[in-house]
Protein backbone atom coordinates (compact mmCIF):
# COMPACT_ATOMS: atom_id res chain seq x y z
CA UNK A 1 0.00 0.00 0.00
CA UNK A 2 3.15 2.88 0.01
CA UNK A 3 2.21 3.36 -3.53
CA UNK A 4 -0.80 5.08 -2.12
CA UNK A 5 1.40 7.57 0.06
CA UNK A 6 2.94 8.93 -3.54
CA UNK A 7 -0.78 9.93 -4.50
CA UNK A 8 -1.75 13.39 -3.40
CA UNK A 9 -4.88 13.84 -1.14
CA UNK A 10 -6.46 16.14 -4.36
CA UNK A 11 -6.02 12.66 -6.09
CA UNK A 12 -7.34 10.60 -3.63
CA UNK A 13 -10.62 13.18 -2.81
CA UNK A 14 -11.00 12.69 -6.82
CA UNK A 15 -11.04 9.51 -7.14
CA UNK A 16 -13.17 9.25 -3.32
CA UNK A 17 -15.90 11.37 -5.44
CA UNK A 18 -15.72 9.20 -8.54
CA UNK A 19 -16.20 6.40 -6.29
CA UNK A 20 -19.13 7.62 -4.23
CA UNK A 21 -20.65 9.41 -8.28
CA UNK A 22 -20.49 5.92 -9.46
CA UNK A 23 -22.40 4.29 -6.45
CA UNK A 24 -24.82 6.90 -6.80
CA UNK A 25 -25.23 6.10 -10.33
CA UNK A 26 -25.46 2.77 -10.13
CA UNK A 27 -27.99 3.08 -7.46
CA UNK A 28 -29.79 5.76 -9.35
CA UNK A 29 -30.32 2.64 -12.18
CA UNK A 30 -31.15 -0.17 -9.42
CA UNK A 31 -33.69 1.82 -8.32
CA UNK A 32 -35.38 2.44 -11.40
CA UNK A 33 -34.96 -0.72 -12.23
CA UNK A 34 -37.00 -1.82 -9.04
CA UNK A 35 -39.36 1.20 -9.63
CA UNK A 36 -39.71 -0.02 -13.15
CA UNK A 37 -40.79 -3.79 -12.68
CA UNK A 38 -43.10 -2.23 -9.86
CA UNK A 39 -45.10 0.05 -11.70
CA UNK A 40 -45.27 -2.67 -14.44
CA UNK A 41 -46.94 -5.08 -12.34
CA UNK A 42 -49.39 -2.57 -11.01
CA UNK A 43 -49.81 -2.03 -15.01
CA UNK A 44 -50.45 -5.54 -15.48
CA UNK A 45 -52.81 -5.63 -12.83
CA UNK A 46 -54.89 -3.46 -13.05
CA UNK A 47 -55.48 -4.58 -16.74
CA UNK A 48 -55.86 -7.82 -15.76
CA UNK A 49 -58.47 -6.20 -13.08
CA UNK A 50 -60.53 -4.49 -16.03
CA UNK A 51 -60.40 -7.51 -18.36
CA UNK A 52 -61.68 -9.28 -15.39
CA UNK A 53 -64.52 -6.86 -14.43
CA UNK A 54 -65.50 -6.51 -17.93
CA UNK A 55 -65.77 -10.31 -18.41
CA UNK A 56 -67.96 -10.33 -15.35
CA UNK A 57 -70.12 -7.83 -16.81
CA UNK A 58 -70.88 -10.08 -19.74
CA UNK A 59 -70.84 -13.65 -17.51
CA UNK A 60 -73.04 -11.58 -15.80
CA UNK A 61 -75.70 -10.79 -18.51
CA UNK A 62 -75.35 -14.32 -19.85
CA UNK A 63 -76.44 -15.80 -16.56
CA UNK A 64 -79.13 -13.70 -16.84
CA UNK A 65 -79.88 -14.92 -20.27
CA UNK A 66 -79.63 -18.73 -19.08
CA UNK A 67 -82.12 -18.03 -16.43
CA UNK A 68 -84.38 -16.54 -18.76
CA UNK A 69 -84.13 -20.12 -20.72
CA UNK A 70 -84.37 -22.55 -17.86
CA UNK A 71 -87.40 -20.56 -16.09
CA UNK A 72 -89.43 -20.09 -19.62
CA UNK A 73 -88.45 -24.38 -20.45
CA UNK A 74 -89.82 -24.75 -16.08
CA UNK A 75 -92.44 -22.75 -17.30
CA UNK A 76 -93.52 -25.08 -20.38
CA UNK A 77 -93.14 -28.30 -18.27
CA UNK A 78 -95.55 -26.57 -15.81
CA UNK A 79 -98.06 -25.89 -18.80
CA UNK A 80 -97.87 -29.35 -19.77
CA UNK A 81 -98.17 -30.81 -16.41
CA UNK A 82 -101.38 -28.32 -16.11
CA UNK A 83 -102.88 -29.63 -18.97
CA UNK A 84 -105.27 -32.21 -18.14
CA UNK A 85 -106.41 -32.59 -22.20
CA UNK A 86 -104.21 -34.18 -24.49
CA UNK A 87 -102.89 -31.10 -26.23
CA UNK A 88 -100.95 -28.39 -24.97
CA UNK A 89 -102.06 -24.73 -26.04
CA UNK A 90 -99.29 -24.20 -28.40
CA UNK A 91 -100.59 -20.43 -28.63
CA UNK A 92 -99.79 -19.73 -24.99
CA UNK A 93 -96.31 -21.06 -25.34
CA UNK A 94 -95.23 -19.01 -28.30
CA UNK A 95 -97.31 -15.81 -26.86
CA UNK A 96 -94.72 -16.44 -23.96
CA UNK A 97 -91.89 -16.17 -25.89
CA UNK A 98 -93.26 -12.98 -27.90
CA UNK A 99 -93.48 -11.15 -24.88
CA UNK A 100 -90.00 -12.04 -23.03
CA UNK A 101 -88.46 -10.80 -26.42
CA UNK A 102 -90.93 -7.66 -26.28
CA UNK A 103 -88.80 -6.91 -22.82
CA UNK A 104 -85.48 -7.87 -23.48
CA UNK A 105 -83.20 -5.24 -25.71
CA UNK A 106 -80.07 -7.70 -26.22
CA UNK A 107 -81.87 -10.49 -27.97
CA UNK A 108 -82.06 -11.31 -31.37
CA UNK A 109 -84.77 -14.14 -31.47
CA UNK A 110 -86.62 -16.00 -28.72
CA UNK A 111 -87.59 -19.80 -30.57
CA UNK A 112 -88.45 -23.03 -28.92
CA UNK A 113 -88.13 -26.39 -30.93
CA UNK A 114 -90.39 -29.49 -29.90
CA UNK A 115 -90.20 -33.14 -30.45
CA UNK A 116 -93.08 -34.58 -32.32
CA UNK A 117 -95.82 -35.69 -30.20
CA UNK A 118 -95.12 -34.14 -27.04
CA UNK A 119 -97.51 -31.42 -26.82
CA UNK A 120 -100.15 -32.83 -29.22
CA UNK A 121 -100.99 -37.22 -29.93
CA UNK A 122 -100.52 -36.72 -33.68
CA UNK A 123 -98.67 -33.51 -35.26
CA UNK A 124 -99.01 -34.91 -38.15
CA UNK A 125 -102.67 -33.14 -38.31
CA UNK A 126 -100.81 -29.74 -37.02
CA UNK A 127 -99.02 -29.51 -40.60
CA UNK A 128 -101.46 -26.40 -41.12
CA UNK A 129 -101.36 -24.22 -38.02
CA UNK A 130 -98.86 -21.69 -37.01
CA UNK A 131 -95.13 -22.22 -36.24
CA UNK A 132 -95.56 -26.24 -37.11
CA UNK A 133 -93.03 -27.49 -40.12
CA UNK A 134 -93.72 -29.85 -43.03
CA UNK A 135 -94.49 -32.83 -40.25
CA UNK A 136 -96.33 -30.60 -37.43
CA UNK A 137 -93.16 -30.03 -35.32
CA UNK A 138 -93.97 -26.97 -33.16
CA UNK A 139 -91.01 -24.39 -33.78
CA UNK A 140 -92.49 -21.13 -32.46
CA UNK A 141 -89.70 -18.24 -33.27
CA UNK A 142 -89.68 -14.75 -32.60
CA UNK A 143 -87.30 -12.06 -33.97
CA UNK A 144 -86.61 -8.77 -33.80
CA UNK A 145 -86.10 -6.32 -37.18
CA UNK A 146 -86.33 -2.82 -37.69
CA UNK A 147 -87.28 -2.59 -33.98
CA UNK A 148 -90.41 -5.31 -34.97
CA UNK A 149 -91.02 -8.40 -33.28
CA UNK A 150 -91.41 -10.90 -36.00
CA UNK A 151 -92.11 -14.50 -35.92
CA UNK A 152 -89.97 -16.96 -38.56
CA UNK A 153 -91.76 -19.28 -40.36
CA UNK A 154 -90.72 -23.27 -39.56
CA UNK A 155 -89.90 -24.05 -42.96
CA UNK A 156 -89.23 -27.74 -44.06
CA UNK A 157 -87.45 -30.61 -41.71
CA UNK A 158 -84.96 -31.04 -44.52
CA UNK A 159 -84.28 -27.39 -44.25
CA UNK A 160 -82.88 -27.65 -40.31
CA UNK A 161 -82.18 -30.79 -40.15
CA UNK A 162 -78.31 -30.76 -40.22
CA UNK A 163 -78.33 -27.09 -38.33
CA UNK A 164 -76.51 -27.60 -35.10
CA UNK A 165 -78.87 -25.18 -33.01
CA UNK A 166 -81.16 -27.79 -33.94
CA UNK A 167 -79.08 -31.45 -33.66
CA UNK A 168 -76.46 -30.44 -30.76
CA UNK A 169 -79.81 -29.56 -28.41
CA UNK A 170 -81.59 -32.71 -28.89
CA UNK A 171 -77.83 -34.48 -28.73
CA UNK A 172 -76.58 -33.00 -26.01
CA UNK A 173 -79.71 -32.45 -23.44
CA UNK A 174 -77.76 -29.77 -21.44
CA UNK A 175 -77.00 -25.89 -21.27
CA UNK A 176 -75.55 -24.89 -24.47
CA UNK A 177 -73.45 -22.19 -25.18
CA UNK A 178 -72.45 -22.08 -29.05
CA UNK A 179 -70.15 -21.24 -31.38
CA UNK A 180 -71.02 -18.07 -33.64
CA UNK A 181 -72.66 -18.58 -37.04
CA UNK A 182 -74.44 -17.37 -39.79
CA UNK A 183 -78.15 -17.08 -40.16
CA UNK A 184 -81.37 -15.91 -41.94
CA UNK A 185 -84.63 -15.77 -40.39
CA UNK A 186 -86.53 -15.36 -43.82
CA UNK A 187 -85.32 -18.12 -46.33
CA UNK A 188 -88.22 -17.27 -48.76
CA UNK A 189 -86.63 -13.56 -49.42
CA UNK A 190 -83.26 -14.35 -51.18
CA UNK A 191 -82.00 -10.75 -50.20
CA UNK A 192 -82.80 -11.18 -46.31
CA UNK A 193 -78.80 -11.34 -45.42
CA UNK A 194 -77.80 -13.66 -43.34
CA UNK A 195 -76.59 -12.05 -39.83
CA UNK A 196 -73.41 -13.45 -37.53
CA UNK A 197 -75.00 -15.23 -34.23
CA UNK A 198 -74.20 -16.93 -31.34
CA UNK A 199 -77.31 -19.09 -29.42
CA UNK A 200 -77.92 -20.56 -25.81
CA UNK A 201 -80.54 -23.01 -25.26
CA UNK A 202 -81.85 -25.09 -22.37
CA UNK A 203 -83.53 -28.70 -22.42
CA UNK A 204 -87.19 -29.35 -21.76
CA UNK A 205 -88.00 -32.00 -19.23
CA UNK A 206 -90.95 -33.55 -18.97
CA UNK A 207 -91.08 -36.58 -16.69
CA UNK A 208 -87.56 -37.06 -16.93
CA UNK A 209 -87.96 -37.27 -20.55
CA UNK A 210 -86.32 -34.87 -23.09
CA UNK A 211 -89.40 -33.02 -25.04
CA UNK A 212 -87.63 -30.19 -26.44
CA UNK A 213 -85.37 -26.90 -26.63
CA UNK A 214 -85.89 -23.34 -25.30
CA UNK A 215 -83.27 -20.76 -27.01
CA UNK A 216 -82.31 -17.30 -27.72
CA UNK A 217 -80.30 -15.51 -30.04
CA UNK A 218 -77.63 -13.31 -29.55
CA UNK A 219 -76.33 -10.80 -32.90
CA UNK A 220 -72.96 -10.37 -32.55
CA UNK A 221 -73.84 -6.99 -33.19
CA UNK A 222 -74.84 -6.37 -29.98
CA UNK A 223 -71.99 -8.21 -29.10
CA UNK A 224 -69.83 -5.93 -30.92
CA UNK A 225 -71.63 -2.78 -29.85
CA UNK A 226 -71.33 -4.32 -26.16
CA UNK A 227 -67.35 -4.09 -27.05
CA UNK A 228 -66.54 -1.06 -28.36
CA UNK A 229 -68.77 0.69 -25.53
CA UNK A 230 -66.72 -0.28 -23.18
CA UNK A 231 -65.01 2.74 -21.19
CA UNK A 232 -60.56 1.81 -20.54
CA UNK A 233 -59.84 4.35 -17.44
CA UNK A 234 -56.55 5.21 -19.52
CA UNK A 235 -55.30 9.00 -20.47
CA UNK A 236 -54.32 7.61 -24.04
CA UNK A 237 -57.17 4.80 -25.39
CA UNK A 238 -55.41 4.84 -28.69
CA UNK A 239 -55.02 1.03 -29.64
CA UNK A 240 -56.86 -0.57 -26.94
CA UNK A 241 -59.48 -2.15 -27.71
CA UNK A 242 -61.56 -5.43 -26.19
CA UNK A 243 -62.69 -8.47 -28.11
CA UNK A 244 -64.58 -11.93 -27.33
CA UNK A 245 -63.86 -15.56 -28.53
CA UNK A 246 -65.70 -18.55 -28.08
CA UNK A 247 -63.69 -21.37 -26.46
CA UNK A 248 -63.17 -22.41 -30.31
CA UNK A 249 -61.43 -19.27 -31.05
CA UNK A 250 -64.11 -18.36 -32.95
CA UNK A 251 -64.77 -14.20 -33.04
CA UNK A 252 -67.76 -13.09 -31.15
CA UNK A 253 -66.96 -9.44 -31.18
CA UNK A 254 -63.93 -7.39 -32.71
CA UNK A 255 -63.54 -3.88 -33.77
CA UNK A 256 -63.21 -5.08 -37.35
CA UNK A 257 -66.12 -6.08 -38.27
CA UNK A 258 -64.57 -8.56 -41.08
CA UNK A 259 -63.39 -10.80 -38.20
CA UNK A 260 -66.54 -11.85 -36.96
CA UNK A 261 -67.16 -15.11 -37.30
CA UNK A 262 -63.22 -15.98 -38.35
CA UNK A 263 -61.22 -17.74 -36.16
CA UNK A 264 -58.77 -15.87 -34.29
CA UNK A 265 -56.11 -18.38 -35.11
CA UNK A 266 -55.99 -17.12 -38.61
CA UNK A 267 -55.27 -13.74 -37.26
CA UNK A 268 -53.27 -13.91 -34.55
CA UNK A 269 -50.77 -16.31 -35.21
CA UNK A 270 -48.97 -15.86 -31.54
CA UNK A 271 -52.13 -17.67 -29.96
CA UNK A 272 -52.39 -21.74 -29.71
CA UNK A 273 -55.29 -23.88 -29.47
CA UNK A 274 -54.13 -25.42 -26.44
CA UNK A 275 -53.81 -21.63 -24.73
CA UNK A 276 -57.74 -21.24 -24.99
CA UNK A 277 -58.75 -24.85 -24.56
CA UNK A 278 -58.34 -24.57 -20.60
CA UNK A 279 -60.35 -22.00 -19.64
CA UNK A 280 -58.02 -20.29 -17.71
CA UNK A 281 -56.88 -16.59 -17.67
CA UNK A 282 -53.60 -15.76 -19.25
CA UNK A 283 -51.42 -13.06 -21.28
CA UNK A 284 -49.96 -13.08 -24.81
CA UNK A 285 -47.66 -10.62 -26.45
CA UNK A 286 -48.88 -10.04 -29.66
CA UNK A 287 -47.33 -8.18 -32.69
CA UNK A 288 -49.49 -6.54 -35.10
CA UNK A 289 -48.97 -4.00 -38.11
CA UNK A 290 -45.50 -3.41 -36.48
CA UNK A 291 -46.75 -2.71 -33.40
CA UNK A 292 -46.46 -5.03 -29.90
CA UNK A 293 -49.08 -5.53 -27.40
CA UNK A 294 -49.89 -7.33 -24.62
CA UNK A 295 -53.24 -9.17 -24.52
CA UNK A 296 -54.93 -10.03 -21.45
CA UNK A 297 -57.17 -13.04 -21.82
CA UNK A 298 -60.19 -13.98 -18.94
CA UNK A 299 -62.67 -16.64 -19.47
CA UNK A 300 -66.34 -16.05 -19.43
CA UNK A 301 -67.75 -19.54 -17.46
CA UNK A 302 -70.88 -20.48 -17.15
CA UNK A 303 -72.14 -22.94 -13.94
CA UNK A 304 -73.92 -26.23 -15.67
CA UNK A 305 -72.10 -25.40 -19.22
CA UNK A 306 -68.53 -26.92 -20.66
CA UNK A 307 -68.45 -24.57 -23.47
CA UNK A 308 -66.83 -20.91 -22.68
CA UNK A 309 -65.67 -17.95 -23.94
CA UNK A 310 -63.09 -15.03 -23.73
CA UNK A 311 -63.30 -11.53 -23.21
CA UNK A 312 -59.70 -10.20 -24.00
CA UNK A 313 -58.07 -6.33 -23.67
CA UNK A 314 -55.92 -5.32 -26.41
CA UNK A 315 -53.23 -3.27 -25.11
CA UNK A 316 -50.19 -1.69 -26.84
CA UNK A 317 -46.94 -2.14 -25.05
CA UNK A 318 -46.42 2.04 -25.16
CA UNK A 319 -49.54 2.58 -22.99
CA UNK A 320 -48.25 -0.02 -20.59
CA UNK A 321 -44.90 1.34 -20.44
CA UNK A 322 -46.18 4.88 -20.54
CA UNK A 323 -46.40 5.43 -17.13
CA UNK A 324 -42.67 3.53 -16.56
CA UNK A 325 -40.91 5.68 -18.90
CA UNK A 326 -42.60 8.94 -17.09
CA UNK A 327 -41.71 7.91 -13.99
CA UNK A 328 -38.26 6.89 -15.33
CA UNK A 329 -38.32 10.09 -16.80
CA UNK A 330 -39.08 11.79 -13.23
CA UNK A 331 -36.11 9.46 -11.93
CA UNK A 332 -33.68 10.09 -13.83
CA UNK A 333 -34.13 13.80 -13.76
CA UNK A 334 -34.25 13.83 -9.81
CA UNK A 335 -31.12 11.72 -10.07
CA UNK A 336 -28.99 13.83 -11.77
CA UNK A 337 -30.30 17.23 -10.22
CA UNK A 338 -29.24 14.91 -6.92
CA UNK A 339 -26.01 13.60 -8.43
CA UNK A 340 -25.21 17.26 -9.22
CA UNK A 341 -25.97 18.71 -5.98
CA UNK A 342 -23.48 15.99 -4.93
CA UNK A 343 -20.96 16.76 -7.17
CA UNK A 344 -21.11 20.33 -5.93
CA UNK A 345 -21.16 19.63 -2.13
CA UNK A 346 -18.16 17.40 -3.34
CA UNK A 347 -16.33 19.64 -5.25
CA UNK A 348 -17.03 22.48 -1.73
CA UNK A 349 -15.83 19.94 0.57
CA UNK A 350 -12.52 18.87 -1.47
CA UNK A 351 -11.40 22.64 -2.36
CA UNK A 352 -11.92 23.48 1.06
CA UNK A 353 -9.43 21.01 2.29
CA UNK A 354 -7.28 21.18 -0.66
CA UNK A 355 -7.55 24.70 0.16
CA UNK A 356 -6.65 24.32 3.50
CA UNK A 357 -3.53 21.81 2.71
CA UNK A 358 -2.20 24.59 0.84
CA UNK A 359 -2.44 26.86 3.26
CA UNK A 360 -0.98 24.90 5.32
CA UNK A 361 1.74 23.72 2.82
CA UNK A 362 3.18 27.45 2.36
CA UNK A 363 2.16 28.56 5.67
CA UNK A 364 5.07 25.50 7.21
CA UNK A 365 7.45 27.19 4.27
CA UNK A 366 7.01 30.08 5.42
CA UNK A 367 8.08 29.04 8.94
CA UNK A 368 10.37 27.10 7.81
CA UNK A 369 12.07 29.51 5.93
CA UNK A 370 12.10 32.19 8.94
CA UNK A 371 13.89 29.14 11.08
CA UNK A 372 16.48 28.51 8.63
CA UNK A 373 17.34 31.84 9.05
CA UNK A 374 17.11 31.97 12.84
CA UNK A 375 13.74 33.97 13.14
CA UNK A 376 11.14 31.78 15.48
CA UNK A 377 8.75 34.86 15.22
CA UNK A 378 7.10 33.48 12.49
CA UNK A 379 3.60 31.69 13.74
CA UNK A 380 0.72 29.84 11.32
CA UNK A 381 -1.76 32.02 11.26
CA UNK A 382 -5.33 30.17 11.89
CA UNK A 383 -7.72 32.14 10.41
CA UNK A 384 -6.48 30.83 6.65
CA UNK A 385 -7.87 27.26 7.35
CA UNK A 386 -11.14 25.34 8.53
CA UNK A 387 -11.73 24.90 12.15
CA UNK A 388 -10.89 21.04 11.11
CA UNK A 389 -7.23 22.30 10.24
CA UNK A 390 -6.66 24.66 12.80
CA UNK A 391 -5.61 22.18 15.41
CA UNK A 392 -2.97 21.67 12.84
CA UNK A 393 -1.95 24.94 12.95
CA UNK A 394 -2.16 25.14 16.51
CA UNK A 395 0.26 22.43 16.65
CA UNK A 396 2.84 24.20 14.59
CA UNK A 397 2.50 27.32 16.39
CA UNK A 398 3.23 25.14 19.50
CA UNK A 399 6.32 23.38 18.21
CA UNK A 400 7.42 26.89 17.11
CA UNK A 401 6.82 28.19 20.67
CA UNK A 402 8.37 25.21 21.82
CA UNK A 403 11.56 25.74 20.35
CA UNK A 404 11.56 29.42 20.73
CA UNK A 405 11.09 29.99 24.43
CA UNK A 406 14.56 27.73 25.89
CA UNK A 407 16.38 29.42 22.69
CA UNK A 408 15.52 33.04 23.78
CA UNK A 409 16.95 31.88 27.48
CA UNK A 410 19.59 30.77 26.24
CA UNK A 411 20.56 34.01 23.66
CA UNK A 412 19.96 35.82 26.95
CA UNK A 413 22.03 34.02 29.29
CA UNK A 414 24.91 33.80 26.75
CA UNK A 415 24.36 37.33 26.12
CA UNK A 416 24.89 38.24 29.21
CA UNK A 417 27.94 36.34 29.42
CA UNK A 418 29.36 37.96 26.67
CA UNK A 419 28.43 41.49 28.26
CA UNK A 420 30.51 40.38 31.53
CA UNK A 421 26.90 40.14 33.61
CA UNK A 422 26.43 37.47 36.04
CA UNK A 423 23.32 35.73 34.25
CA UNK A 424 20.37 33.63 35.81
CA UNK A 425 20.39 30.52 36.33
CA UNK A 426 17.77 28.80 33.83
CA UNK A 427 15.44 26.77 36.38
CA UNK A 428 12.33 26.30 33.89
CA UNK A 429 11.71 22.46 33.66
CA UNK A 430 12.79 21.18 30.09
CA UNK A 431 13.14 17.79 28.80
CA UNK A 432 14.99 15.89 26.11
CA UNK A 433 17.95 17.98 24.37
CA UNK A 434 16.75 20.98 26.09
CA UNK A 435 17.04 19.81 29.09
CA UNK A 436 20.93 18.63 28.34
CA UNK A 437 21.25 22.49 26.86
CA UNK A 438 20.02 23.68 30.27
CA UNK A 439 22.52 21.65 31.89
CA UNK A 440 25.44 23.03 30.05
CA UNK A 441 24.65 26.28 30.10
CA UNK A 442 24.05 26.22 33.74
CA UNK A 443 27.03 24.84 34.09
CA UNK A 444 29.17 27.07 32.06
CA UNK A 445 27.30 29.72 34.16
CA UNK A 446 29.04 27.68 37.52
CA UNK A 447 32.16 27.42 35.73
CA UNK A 448 32.36 31.40 34.63
CA UNK A 449 31.85 32.39 38.23
CA UNK A 450 34.72 30.60 39.54
CA UNK A 451 36.86 31.70 36.70
CA UNK A 452 35.83 34.76 38.09
CA UNK A 453 36.10 34.29 41.54
CA UNK A 454 39.67 32.49 40.59
CA UNK A 455 40.30 36.32 38.78
CA UNK A 456 39.65 38.46 41.28
CA UNK A 457 41.91 36.87 44.45
CA UNK A 458 44.62 37.21 41.62
CA UNK A 459 43.91 40.80 41.28
CA UNK A 460 44.41 40.90 45.02
CA UNK A 461 47.65 39.33 45.38
CA UNK A 462 46.90 36.01 46.19
CA UNK A 463 49.00 33.17 44.16
CA UNK A 464 48.22 30.48 46.42
CA UNK A 465 45.16 29.26 44.40
CA UNK A 466 45.29 26.02 42.83
CA UNK A 467 43.61 26.07 39.19
CA UNK A 468 42.05 22.68 38.14
CA UNK A 469 41.52 21.13 34.71
CA UNK A 470 38.34 20.03 34.60
CA UNK A 471 37.74 16.51 34.45
CA UNK A 472 34.38 16.64 32.98
Given at each position: ???????????????????????????????????????????????????????????????????????????????????????????????????????????????????????????????????????????????????????????????????????????????????????????????????????????????????????????????????????????????????????????????????????????????????????????????????????????????????????????????????????????????????????????????????????????????????????????????????????????????????????????????????????????????????????????????????????????NGDFNIDIKERSD
Amino acid sequence: MSFLKKITIKTKLLFIASIVLAIGVISLIASISTTRDYVEKVAYFEYSSITENYASEITTELKELFNLTQITAQTVTTIKSMTKEESVNRSLISEILKLELKKRGNLKAFWSSFELNVLNPDDSKMVETEFASDIGRFMPSFYFEDGEVKWEEAGTEDSFAEEDWFVLPRKEQKDLLFEPYEYSYDDSDSNSPKIWMTSITSPIFFEKKYIGTIGVDISLEYLQNRVTKLSIDNKDKSGIFGFIISSKGGFLAHPKKELLGKSIFDTYKEIKKESISKGESFILNIKQNKKEYKTFFYPIKLDGVDSFWYFALNIPIDNIMAPVKELRNWSIAIGVIFLFFLIIVIVFISKGITDSISYLKNESKRIKDGVDKGDFSQLCNSEGVSKDFQSITDGINSIVLSFKEPLNEIISTTNDLSKGKEPQYIDKNYDGEFLILKNGINQLIDANKKIAEIAQKISNGDFNIDIKERSD
